[in-house]
C-alpha cells in the first residue's frame, strides 16, 4: 500500500464530468466498477509507477450552489448512463468531497456564466484578489492533508475565446497589471491557472477555455517549475475525426469538404448555445483536419443545444471525397455518447500521468498527452495514433 497522497482540484466539481469522475473515483477505490475507459489501465502501462486510485484524494472551486449526490441522482435519472445505486454505495466519499469545495470565481468572467453563479459567490475586488482567494484554497487543502502533489483540472464551463494581444506579457508586467480593479481581462480559467502555478500546482485544461495558453503564464510555470496541458478533452466526434482523416491522407484520398453536426442537451451545451462561447468550441474541433490532411478542405461544424438530450451528445459527419479519376464519393457516420461518461475516465486519466510527470520532474508543457486533446498545446501532430505511440514511448522510457 502506497504513503503517498495525491489531490485532484475540479474547477466546476459539481458539473458533469466533475462529479461522474469524483463517483468514478471512489467506486475505483471500492472495486465496484470495471476499468474501461481508463487508458492508464491498459495493460503496457503496468508498471511505469503510476500513483493507485487509493492514493487520490478530491476538492475544488464551484461557482453553483449545488450538491454533488444531488446531481448525480439527477444525472441518473434523466440519462440513464450510470447505475443510481452506485450513488449511495459511494455515499461516504462524496460527502467527504462536498466538504472541500471551495466558492470559485466570477471575475472576468461573462455575463451568461454568471448567470451560473449562486449569490453567495464573492465578487473579487480584482483579477489578483481573485488569484489570492483561490491560491488560499489549494494551499490549505494541500496542507491539511500533507499532500505530495495537487494537480488543478478544469472541467467548468466554456469561455469565449480571448483578444491575446490585449495581454500584458513577459509575466511580472502581467502580475502588476493585475492588481488593478480594472484588470477583468483575463477570464476566470486563466485565474484559476495562475493560482495553481504560483502555489506550485500542476494543471489540466480539459476545456477549450483560454486557461494558460498564454505565453506569461508559460513563463510563470517554468518558473515555478510546475507542468500543464490542455486543451479541449477529445472524447468523441473530434476523436473519429483524428483516426479517420489519417485514412484519407494515407490511401491518398482528396477530402473535399467535411461537415459534422453536433446536437447535445447538458450544461455545457447550454452554455455553448452562446455564440461568443460557442466560437471556442468550433476553433477546436475544426483545426486538426488541416494539420492531418496537409490542406485545408472546406469545413462546417456546427454545435446546437438540444434539451432533451441532456448528456447525450449525438453528431452527425458527411465527408466528401475524390479518388481515382477524380471520382466523388462519400463517407457518413454518426456518433452517440454519454458527454460526462467518456470524459470522466480521461479526467482521471490525466491527474495519474500529471503525477507520474512530477515524480519524474518534468517541467512546463506535456505533449506526451495530446492524445487526450482536441487542440494540444505546441502541438502540430494530430493523428491520433502518433499521438498515442508518444505517451507508450514517454511512459515506457523511464
Known amino acids: 500500500m502506497s504513503s503517498s497522497k495525491y489531490g485532484i482540484w475540479l474547477v466546476g466539481a459539481c458539473g458533469g464530468v466533475a462529479s461522474t469522475a469524483i463517483l468514478g473515483l471512489a467506486a475505483l477505490k471500492r472495486g465496484l466498477i470495471p476499468t474501461w475507459g481508463l487508458v492508464s489501465e491498459l495493460p503496457q502501462f503496468a508498471g511505469v509507477g503510476l500513483p493507485q486510485w487509493d492514493d487520490f484524494l478530491v476538492g475544488g472551486h ?18 440513464r448512463a450510470l447505475p443510481p445505486e452506485l450513488i449511495e454505495l459511494c455515499r461516504e466519499e462524496l460527502d467527504a468531497v462536498q466538504t472541500e469545495i471551495r466558492w470559485g ?9 454568471r448567470g451560473l453563479a449562486s449569490p453567495e459567490v464573492p465578487e473579487d475586488r480584482s483579477s489578483r484578489f481573485a488569484v489570492d482567494r483561490l491560491e488560499a484554497d489549494l494551499r490549505a487543502f494541500r496542507e491539511k492533508y500533507r499532500l505530495d502533489h495537487l494537480v488543478v483540472i478544469h472541467v467548468a464551463s466554456t469561455e469565449p475565446p480571448l483578444a491575446v494581444d490585449e495581454i500584458p506579457s513577459p509575466w511580472p508586467k502581467l502580475w502588476r497589471w493585475l492588481e488593478t480593479e480594472a484588470a477583468c481581462a483575463l477570464p476566470p480559467s486563466s485565474l484559476y491557472a495562475i493560482a495553481a502555478f504560483r502555489s506550485g500546482c500542476s494543471y489540466i485544461n480539459f476545456t477549450p477555455s483560454p486557461g494558460p495558453d498564454l505565453p506569461p503564464l508559460g513563463e510563470l510555470a ?16 473530434t476523436l473519429l475525426k483524428s483516426v479517420l482523416a489519417p485514412m484519407f491522407a494515407r490511401r491518398h484520398l482528396r477530402v473535399l469538404s467535411w461537415v459534422g453536426h453536433n446536437i447535445f442537451g447538458n450544461l455545457d451545451g447550454k452554455i455553448l448555445d452562446h455564440p461568443a462561447n460557442k466560437a471556442s468550441k468550433i476553433a477546436t474541433k475544426d483545426r486538426l483536419l488541416g494539420h492531418i490532411l496537409g490542406y485545408r478542405p472546406q469545413t462546417l461544424v456546427s454545435i446546437e443545444f438540444v434539451e432533451s438530450l441532456g448528456d447525450w451528445k449525438t453528431a452527425w459527419d458527411h465527408i466528401h471525397f475524390a479518388g481515382f479519376f477524380g ?20 479526467v482521471l486519466d490525466l491527474a495519474r500521468w500529471t503525477i507520474l510527470a512530477w515524480k519524474r520532474g518534468h517541467v512546463g508543457l506535456m505533449p506526451f498527452l495530446a492524445s487526450y486533446f482536441k487542440s494540444p498545446y505546441g502541438m502540430a501532430e494530430h493523428n491520433f495514433e502518433t499521438q498515442f505511440k508518444m505517451l507508450e514511448a514517454w511512459a515506457l522510457a523511464h
Open 62 to 79: 464551484e461557482i453553483r450552489c449545488a450538491s454533488l449526490v444531488a446531481e448525480l441522482r439527477r444525472f441518473a435519472i434523466e440519462n
Open 327 to 346: 471520382t466523388k464519393m462519400v463517407v457518413q457516420f454518426s456518433w452517440q455518447g454519454c458527454d460526462s461518461i467518456l470524459a470522466a475516465p480521461l
Open 105 to 113: 470565481t466570477v471575475h472576468g468572467a461573462t455575463e451568461v456564466i
Open 222 to 237: 517554468v518558473e515555478q517549475q510546475v507542468r500543464y496541458m490542455g486543451c479541449d478533452g477529445k472524447t468523441g466526434e
